[in-house]
């Protein structure tokens, strides 16, 4: 849904001006506000905090008031029995020895989502197509609200069969050729080349927003919350989420400026880095369709072994 909001925002914005887009922006908003006074609080939160009549009454409401609970019932409270057993975890001991690996794969791969320049390319789509060439940004940044789309949907379905890692190192591969199409239109502008490759800014751009909807866009968050322990989650999530904003927040602030010093330059720069991010995954990402958490777990605890072989 995130995807299909932000994709209507850019065809909306083609015929709308900015404030108007905006003032638009806060009818799904006020929508959200009040669907939230429908929605009852959260079963696990409620067995975990002590209230066994509304944790039974929550979960009856969301699953349906003919349908039976007992199970999936039971198997919260367990739930909430052993993570009440467990030490409470701070930000600190995220960086002890048993978890370290599980942090260098999640922020990294967080990391490297976000530096492969894709809030920049996002946000200012339309004056990167401009630059290249082109007379208006409107036709471009339509078509990438239309490839965004149906990529996220198929990466959704391939997530579970393919799984994680192959996902991810096709996606940021795309990514990597999708920054190389557009730095070499960039050049071939810069370096007056008898024939100007303008057109490989728009497929460059195309293919690097489908590749990225395809596997980086998502799957980074899902790795996450598969590679945590249940205590560790609450803290490595925090982290992730700070990281991934202010790579965001660095990305675009600083993607004006790169273009500035260097167009093609810029998305060389984003090639390399979604290249490395290929590495990364290959290297230090483990696999985590189909296993459980001690799995994994026992995968990034093992000095000897390399993800990859997972």
Known sequence: MICCGGSLAFVLGTFIA??????????????????LLLIPESPRWLARFGHPGAFT?????????????????????????????????????LFQKEYIRA????????ALQQLGGVNG?????????????????????????VVQVPM????????????????????????????????????????????????????GLLVFIGSFSLGMGGIPWVIMSEI??????????????????LGSWIVSYAFNFLLIWSSYGTFFIFAAICGLTVVFVHRLVPETKGRTLEEIQASMNSSLTPFHKY
């Open 103 to 110: 942090v260098i794969a999640g922020v990294g791969l967080m």
């Open 228 to 245: 945590f322990p249940i205590n560790m989650k609450g803290s490595a999530g925090s982290l992730v989420t700070l990281v991934s904003w």
């Open 152 to 203: 996220v949907g198929l990466g959704v379905l391939l997530m579970d069969k393919a799984g994680r890692r192959p996902l991810l190192m096709i996606s940021a591969a795309g990514t990597c050729v999708g920054c190389l199409l557009v730095g070499l239109s960039f050049l071939s502008k810069e370096q007056h080349w008898e024939r100007d490759l303008n057109v490989l800014a728009l497929a």
């Open 121 to 145: 390319v996002l946000f200012y789509a339309s004056e990167v197509f401009v630059s290249a060439g082109f007379s208006s940004g409107n036709t471009g940044t339509v078509a990438m609200a």
């Open 57 to 93: 009454g929550a979960l009856q409401t969301l699953r349906g008031h003919g349908t039976d609970i007992s199970e999936e019932a039971s198997e919260i409270k367990v739930f909430t029995e052993k993570l009440q057993r467990l030490p409470k975890s701070k930000m600190l001991d």
């Open 18 to 35: 900015w404030r108007t887009l905006a003032i638009v922006g806060v009818v799904p908003c006020l929508v959200q506000l009040v669907g």
